[in-house]
């Protein structure tokens, strides 16, 4: 590998990992195989991470990273609050759809997460920072009218809708997936309509 900073070549190594964990499972994501799909040297994996939970914990971060640039993508400021949720639920549906192995690989690293000990909160560290991204996105939505919580809590709730269509997309059904899409879509829209207006 050629000389670089070293936060580039942390992110190259991170992205590399994400690539093998997609492709290959989690359990092929040895440093080995992580160095040789970056191209770099073993050495200098092993001089920017410490071992395989710290290089999985920059994996996570980059993904929230990653998500959270997505998710204010898909979600304009002021749109209105059911609006930006209808939004956020089918930019998020076209993305595992046209991308499953990413949420394969996101769940896979999940479970492993909480099955290591090692790993310490880092699964549910994960969720509830992308879950925050995502509460972001709807505060920005709402323009402000709508308190913090209670957004939090409609959140929540879209997160558990869409925890099935995800479910859904990696079993291969990704069309039955979609008129569920439609159905929930009315389920967060009720939802957000009843979220109250600051006083």
């Not at 997936?177 to 939802?191: C, E, N, P, T």
Request: aromatic share 8%; net charge neutral; with cysteine.
């Amino acid at each position: 590998m050629p000389h670089m900073p070293a936060d580039e070549r942390s992110r190259q190594i991170l992205e590399a990992t994400g690539r093998v964990i997609a492709r290959d499972g989690i359990a092929k994501a040895t440093t080995r195989n992580v160095a040789a799909e970056a191209g770099a040297p073993l050495a200098s994996l092993h001089y920017t991470f410490r071992n395989k939970e710290d290089l999985l914990a920059g994996v996570y971060t980059l993904w929230v990273e990653q998500g959270g640039e997505r998710i204010a993508q898909l979600v304009p400021d002021g749109c209105g609050l059911p609006e930006g949720v209808r939004l956020l639920m089918t930019g998020m549906f076209d993305w595992y759809a046209a991308e499953p192995e990413v949420g394969m690989a996101q769940f896979e690293l999940f479970f492993w997460a909480l099955r290591t000990p090692s790993a310490g909160d880092l699964g549910q560290r994960f969720y509830r920072e992308f879950r925050a991204q995502c509460a972001k996105a709807l505060e920005r939505a709402s323009g402000g009218t709508h308190d913090r919580k209670e957004i939090a809590e409609l959140t929540s709730a879209v997160f558990c809708l869409f925890d099935g269509l995800l479910i859904k997309i990696l079993a291969g059904d990704a069309r039955a997936a979609r008129k569920d899409l439609a159905r929930f879509l009315g389920i967060a829209d009720a939802l957000a309509t009843e979220v109250p207006a600051k006083r």
